[in-house]
């Protein structure tokens, strides 16, 4: 599950689903900031799927990758966040493909952060700084960044 913030009644359907062996595994890729917002829903989610199951990044996607037994390997990208929301909002679905190897080759990188790291450490964990050089990026030094 990759998500910017998740709610606890979610973490706690899919604890259940764990402890019925609906699902054997899970990892939750999430924005660096549940880190403060969100420690029990974090801490919930550990003890359901293990102490190296959370991964900090500096996030804003909405995707869940799910592969079963049987070879299905499902990619579901949206644009709602992992919590409650009433609104409708796009979703797309896949089946296999590319786009599940490479969400998934990408979670195989992620670096497993411990709650003392950093901002610093989940920017450099998440790799952003490959993505775009320094000069295309200094366009947006300085500005407003909306964060509770």
């Given at each position: ?6 709610g606890a009644y979610d973490v706690a359907c899919l604890a259940a689903l764990r402890a019925d062996q609906r699902i054997t595994d899970g990892r939750l890729v999430v924005d660096y900031q549940a880190k403060t917002e969100r420690p029990e829903s974090l801490a ?105």
């Amino acid at each position: 599950v990759w998500t910017f913030s998740l709610g606890a009644y979610d973490v706690a359907c899919l604890a259940a689903l764990r402890a019925d062996q609906r699902i054997t595994d899970g990892r939750l890729v999430v924005d660096y900031q549940a880190k403060t917002e969100r420690p029990e829903s974090l801490a919930a989610w550990r003890a359901a799927f293990g102490p190296t199951s959370v991964r900090y990044v500096v996030n804003h996607s909405k995707m869940v990758t799910i592969a079963s037994v049987s070879g299905l390997r499902l990619l579901c990208r949206g644009s709602f966040n992992f919590n409650h929301n009433p609104r409708f909002e796009q979703l797309d679905l896949t089946e296999g493909g590319p786009e599940f190897d490479l969400v998934d080759s990408i979670e195989a990188r992620l670096p497993v952060l411990d709650d003392s790291s950093t901002m610093a450490d989940a920017y450099r964990g998440s790799q952003l700084d490959q993505a775009y050089s320094g000069s295309e990026l200094k366009v947006f030094r300085g500005v407003k960044q909306w964060r509770r």
